[in-house]
């Protein structure tokens, strides 16, 4: 039972070449998705950072998975996976957090957008004279 | 005294010409803007028509933006004083001209039409609301007063009349999520005056209330959130541009 919790627990992380080439494949196959968005006008750069940031990431963890050791260690958590699980979900967390405050500034730019097009129009009307009451329309323009 | 009345209206086609004909008659000295909130039927053809100065919002952006389209529009512009109503017909313009009056005398920078005439009473010998709708005012009554230490009793009252103070407050900040309560929150936290006025309103000639109960306490539940984060604002008055 003793060696069945101590196994289980193994600080160390096994990773086969296999899992580690598929992992490297991956994580460039992610970086070249990005680069092929950016290329193609659906992503823009300044969005695109922290995703080269991510690939890198994915490499760097396909090719020294010892760092997740030291990683868990310094959280001071036993198990790497726990480590790796709850600091991508905060990553993820904070990002999604990120991307709606980047929304809601849109949204109100939007907003403002849409208000000064309307009131544009509005002029354009005043202008034109489509409107038939003549006093409010000289009122409007001086 | 320059005195500009907006109507918002999203699909009202059917009652736009009777408002806007409505305020020609209870008030032929403003001018009247509708902002059109993304209708796809005939309101902005309707308005024009009828002699109202039109301003068309591209796409349907809520009650609160197209609003704040004519705050905006009353500031520019210039105008002494502003008052809006709804476009359904349920507003009677005889009644935004007492508000009205009310700016006109400096007693107020911002004046509610109430439904309720007699304030404290939930309904009143015009209006009578559903139990939802009752339940929502009740809350939002009681969290209001409680945030701002005014009373009020028609918390989402769409009938208001305001002075160049408040167009140039909510034209840079009014949210277009929760408008109604949510700026009569942001004015009594700037200091400005606000009063509510007892008016008549008519039952809604044409379709239904959007309000189901599982709505209504989503509603009220957003409601409360966005009055609790309201309390935590910081406070300025912008300076007119």
Redesign the interface.
């Known amino acids: 039972m003793r060696g069945l919790v101590l196994t289980a627990t193994d600080p160390k992380v096994h990773l086969t070449s296999q899992t580690r080439i598929i992992a490297a494949v991956l994580a460039l196959a992610f970086m070249a998705l990005v680069l092929e968005l950016i290329r193609r006008d659906r992503l823009q750069e300044r969005f695109s950072v922290v995703w080269f940031i991510a690939g890198l990431g994915m490499l760097v963890g396909a090719a020294f998975p010892g760092l997740l050791t030291v990683v868990a260690d310094a959280m001071g958590v036993r198990d790497t996976n726990v480590a790796l699980f709850s600091i991508v979900l905060l990553l993820l967390l904070g990002l999604a957090l990120n991307f709606s405050v980047i929304m809601s500034r849109q949204?109100?730019q939007i907003?403002r957008l849409?208000?000064e097009?309307?009131?544009e129009?509005?002029h354009e009307?005043?202008r034109s004279g489509?409107?038939?009451?003549e006093p409010?329309r000289e009122?409007?323009e001086s | 005294m320059?005195t500009l009345v907006f109507i918002p209206a999203w699909n009202e086609a059917d009652s736009i010409a009777a408002v806007i004909a409505g305020v020609g008659e209870s008030l032929p000295e403003a001018?009247?803007?509708v902002?059109?909130d993304g209708s796809t039927d005939a309101t902005a053809e309707r308005a024009?028509e009828a002699?109202?100065?039109?301003?068309?919002?591209?796409?349907n952006?809520g009650l609160g933006?197209a609003l704040?389209?004519g705050y905006?529009?009353a500031r520019?512009?210039g105008y002494d004083a502003c008052a809006h109503l709804d476009a359904d017909g349920q507003h009677p313009p005889a009644e935004v001209a007492r508000l009205l009056a009310e700016i006109y005398a400096d007693r107020a920078d911002l004046v509610i039409g109430s439904r309720y005439r007699d304030p404290g009473k939930a309904e009143s010998d015009d209006y009578k609301p559903t139990l939802s709708r009752r339940i929502g005012t009740g809350v939002f009554r009681f969290f209001l007063t409680l945030a701002t230490r005014q009373r009020f009793t028609d918390t989402t009252s769409g009938m208001r009349a305001a002075n160049r103070r408040v167009m140039t407050l909510f034209s840079e900040r009014y949210s277009?999520d929760f408008a109604e309560i949510e700026s009569l929150q942001l004015a009594v936290r700037e200091g400005l005056r606000v009063e509510e006025v007892p008016v008549r309103m008519l039952e809604r000639a044409g379709g239904t209330s959007f309000l189901t109960p599982l709505r209504s306490a989503f509603f009220i539940f957003k409601g409360l959130i966005v009055l609790m984060v309201g309390q935590f604002r910081p406070r300025h008055v912008e300076a007119e541009r």
Not at chain 1, 130 to 133: A, D, F, I, M, R
């Open positions: 949204a109100a907003t849409a208000q097009r309307a009131l129009k509005a009307q005043a489509e409107n038939g009451s409010k009122r409007l | 320059r001018d009247v803007l902002i059109d024009r002699g109202a100065l039109v301003a068309s919002l591209p796409f952006q933006a704040q389209t905006l529009h520019r512009e277009p």
